[in-house]
Nanobody, 125 residues
């Protein structure tokens, strides 16, 4: 069973940047669509961005456009989420999720079969 692990979270000042990674052990992420979601305290989990298994198609939430960038590196078996211009509203636990499929990714959390445990991002001055 695919096990996803997020890393790279932390405390950052407004306007700062972080790079999250989503990695898998024992399985190649090739063939898996990967989505990033986040959940802030008291709020529902929301879609951030996703990328299809080939890395050719992406889907960004409106708040992520122009600030966040998703990419994948097959050689490193990793999907990255670069977060720039972070603000207080970006404080949340960030999760990566995967589904074995091709040519598509979804902004729906229910579509994904595998989830990591999340990494906390706190934006504070």
């Amino acid at each position: 069973q695919l096990q996803l692990v997020e890393s790279g979270g932390g405390l950052v000042m407004p306007g700062g940047s972080l790079r999250l990674t989503c990695s898998a052990s024992g399985f190649a992420l090739d063939g898996y669509a990967i989505g990033w979601f986040r959940q802030a305290p008291g709020k529902e989990r929301e879609h951030v961005v996703c990328i299809d298994s080939r890395g050719r198609s992406t889907d960004y939430a409106e708040f992520a456009k122009g600030r966040f960038t998703i990419s994948r590196d097959s050689a490193k078996n990793t999907v990255y989420l670069q977060l720039n211009s972070l603000n207080l509203e970006d404080t949340a636990v960030y999760y990566c999720a995967g589904k074995y499929t091709t040519y598509y990714c979804s902004d729906s959390s229910r579509w994904y079969d595998y989830w990591g445990r999340g990494t906390q991002i706190s934006v504070s001055s």
